[in-house]
C-alpha cells in the first residue's frame, strides 16, 4: 500500500486493526493454527521436552545491509532454540508500532519474516499488533517468542565441560553489528559487509543429531559478542577458556571498519553464528559437518577448555597471554 | 534502588546488563527453569495439547488505579491461554526500556509481574530485556508470550455455536479502560474505579472441567470492549447474537465516567473479564460456578444467540433492536 502509514486507530481494535491484521499481517502468515485468530494458536500434541524463548529487536535502521528487523526477530529466536538443542516448532510476532509509520516499509518487514520462518521450517503461530502516538517509539520493535522441541534429548550441559574440550565459533565474528554500524553511520567502503543474520536451526541440529552428547553447549553471541558469550559460557561451565587469537575469524571489511571505528571485533554481534563447546575428540569431525552447511563455512576451531580458574584468556598472536573480559566501554545500543 | 535509572549501557550485553538481568529481573522470577539463564527455558514434556499465544503491553500510564503494566502483560496472556481451554504453564518477559526510566519504577512492575505469576500458578521461564535511547520509547513496554496445555482436550468450537445459546459476560463492563481514562486525564471522582486486571485462568478452567462442550467458545474482551469481541464471535461463528440491554453489568461509577467522557460502555476494554457462548440448557449452572468465584461475582447472562444472519443485535431498554457495530468513531491508544 504505497504511500499509506500506520494511524493510532490501527491499533485500537475496532475495523481498522481488523483490516490491518487480517490484510497486511495475518495474510502473510497464512497457516491452519494461526488463520482462525484465536486467542491463542493451537499448536496440537508435541512430542519431547519443550523449550521456550523470547527476544525484543529494536535494531536502528530497521533495514540494514544483509537483512532487516523482520528477518532478525525471526533468526534471532529460532537461534535461541536451537542452541538449547530444540527443533524450532512455532513463533509468535508481537509488533508495536509508531504512528505514521509507513505500511510499505512494515509489508518490507512482515515479508522479511514470512521468508525467514519459511528457511527455518516454522510456522507463525499467534501475534498481536499495538500502535503508539507519534514519538513514543522508533518505528517499529518487534518481539518474537518460540517454542520447540528438544532434539533428541539433547540438552545444554555446561557442567560437562572439562579441560580438553574444544570451542568451535561458526563463522567470521561481528558481521551483524559492522553491517548495522555501517548503515547508521552511514559510511561509504570498498566492500561491502552485510549482516550475517540467518536461521542456525538445520546446521545445529544436524551437529546434535550426529554427536550428540560430545557438544556440551551451546550459545549464539549476539549483543556483546564473541567475548561476552564466552565470559558467560566460561561462568556458567566453571571453566578455563584460552582462545587462539590467530584463529580468530574475522573478515577483511569487518577488521577495517573496526579499526575506523575503534571496535573490538570479539564484542561485536553477530546473528547467524553460534559458539560450541565439544568433546576435543570430536572437534575435528564437528567442524568437518559444520563446514559443508550454508552457514558454518567458516567454522573453526577458536580455542580450548584448560585447568585452572573460570575466565576467558586469549593467547595473542605476538605470544602474550591477556585477559578477555566483559566490556568496559560502552557498546552502541540498538544493534538488535 | 531508589533514584537509579536505566542507562543506555543496561541494554549493551556487558557487566550493567548482566547486574540488571541477574539482580533485579531474574532474581525476582527465580525458579529452575529460568534460572540457568540459557537461551531458551526448558519446559520438559507438556502432556496434551499446546497453546501458544503473545501480547505487547503499551498502557500508558504504567501504573494506574488497579494494576499496573506488570500485572496487566502477565494477565493478559494468562487470560488468552484461559480462553482458547489452556492451563498456563509458562510464560515469557521481554521488556523495552525508555533510557532514564527509573529503576524503582521497574522494581514495582517486575513485583506485580511475580505477584500475578504467582496467582496464576505459571513460571516466568524465559526473558529479554532491551534499552533504548530517551525519548526513542515511552518509558516501559513489555511483550509476554505464554504457552499452555488444553484443559481435557477442549478447544474452540465456533462452529458448535446454534441458535438458544447463551452468551455468558463473567462481571461489569468497562472497568479497566474507564481507570486507565481517569488515570490518564487526572479526574476527580468520588467513587474510585479500580481496572478489573486479573488472571482468570482458574475460574474458566474450573467451568471447563464442569462443562466441557457445552461452553462453545470464549473471548476475553480487552481492546475495542465486549462490542468489538461479540462482533468477532458472532462472525466466526456465523451466529446472530441479541443482547438484552437491561441485563449488561456496568458499575455505576462506570457508567458515570462514560457520561462525562462520552464513552460507550459497550466498547471499553476489560482485563479480568470472558464472555462465553454456551448451550442454553447450561447457562443457568454455569452463571452459578461462576459467580463462586473471586472474579466471577457479577457473571449475567447478556443475551442469546437466535436463527438469522450472523452479527450483533441488543434490545434496548425501551423495546427496540439496534444494530452494535464495530466501533465507528476513534477509541483511545495504548489502553493495554
Known amino acids: 500500500m504505497?504511500?499509506?502509514?500506520?494511524?493510532?486507530?490501527?491499533?485500537?481494535?475496532?475495523?481498522?486493526?481488523?483490516?490491518?491484521?487480517?490484510?497486511?499481517?495475518?495474510?502473510?502468515?497464512?497457516?491452519?493454527?494461526?488463520?482462525?485468530?484465536?486467542?491463542?494458536?493451537?499448536?496440537?500434541?508435541?512430542?519431547?521436552?519443550i523449550a521456550f524463548t523470547t527476544d525484543g529487536y529494536v535494531v536502528t535502521p530497521a533495514i540494514f545491509p544483509g537483512g532487516d528487523i523482520g528477518r532478525l526477530a525471526v533468526c534471532g529466536t529460532l537461534n535461541d532454540l536451537s542452541v538449547c538443542g530444540a527443533r524450532p516448532v512455532a513463533i509468535s510476532c508481537a509488533l508495536i508500532l509508531e504512528e505514521g509509520f509507513p505500511v510499505e516499509t512494515l509489508e518490507t518487514i512482515l515479508d522479511s519474516m514470512k521468508t525467514a520462518a519459511a528457511e527455518g521450517d516454522v510456522v507463525v503461530a499467534c501475534g498481536d499488533t499495538k500502535v503508539v502516538e507519534k514519538g513514543s517509539a522508533d518505528g517499529i520493535f518487534i518481539t518474537t517468542s518460540g517454542v520447540g522441541i528438544a532434539c533428541g534429548g539433547w540438552r545444554p550441559a555446561p557442567e560437562n565441560v572439562r579441560p580438553g574440550d574444544r570451542i568451535i565459533l561458526t563463522g567470521t565474528m561481528g558481521d551483524h553489528q559492522a553491517a548495522v554500524l555501517i548503515a547508521r553511520n552511514r559510511l561509504e567502503l570498498a566492500a561491502e559487509i552485510l549482516s550475517d543474520v540467518a536461521p542456525?536451526?538445520?546446521m545445529l541440529l544436524d551437529v546434535l543429531s550426529a554427536f550428540g552428547g560430545s557438544v556440551r553447549f551451546m550459545r549464539d553471541p549476539t549483543r556483546g559478542g564473541v567475548g561476552v558469550s564466552l565470559n558467560e559460557m566460561a561462568e556458567s561451565s566453571r571453566a578455563r577458556i584460552v582462545l587462539d587469537e590467530?584463529?580468530?575469524?574475522?573478515?577483511?571489511?569487518?577488521?577495517?571498519?573496526?579499526?575506523?571505528?575503534?571496535?573490538?571485533?570479539?564484542?561485536?554481534?553477530?546473528?547467524?553464528?553460534?559458539?560450541?563447546?565439544?568433546?576435543?575428540k570430536s572437534a575435528?569431525?564437528?567442524?568437518?559437518?559444520?563446514?559443508?552447511?550454508?552457514?558454518?563455512?567458516?567454522?573453526?576451531?577458536?580455542?580450548?577448555?584448560?585447568?585452572?580458574?573460570?575466565?576467558v584468556l586469549m593467547k595473542t598472536v605476538i605470544g602474550g597471554l591477556r585477559a578477555v573480559d566483559y566490556p568496559v566501554g560502552d557498546q552502541l545500543p540498538r544493534i538488535c
Chains 1, 2 share one sequence.
Open 2 to 49: 504505497p504511500g499509506q502509514r500506520i494511524l493510532l486507530s490501527h491499533g485500537e481494535g475496532g475495523k481498522k486493526s481488523r483490516d490491518l491484521i487480517r490484510k497486511i499481517i495475518a495474510k502473510r502468515f497464512e497457516n491452519p493454527i494461526l488463520s482462525p485468530l484465536f486467542d491463542s494458536g493451537l499448536l496440537g500434541r508435541l512430542d519431547g521436552e
Open 200 to 202: 542456525l536451526s538445520s
Open 246 to 280: 590467530s584463529r580468530l575469524p574475522v573478515a577483511e571489511a569487518v577488521r577495517g571498519v573496526c579499526e575506523i571505528l575503534g571496535f573490538d571485533p570479539i564484542y561485536l554481534a553477530n546473528e547467524g553464528k553460534a559458539l560450541l563447546i565439544v568433546d576435543g
Open 284 to 311: 575435528d569431525p564437528i567442524i568437518e559437518t559444520l563446514r559443508k552447511a550454508r552457514y558454518g563455512r567458516n567454522a573453526a576451531v577458536i580455542g580450548k577448555v584448560t585447568e585452572g580458574p573460570p575466565g
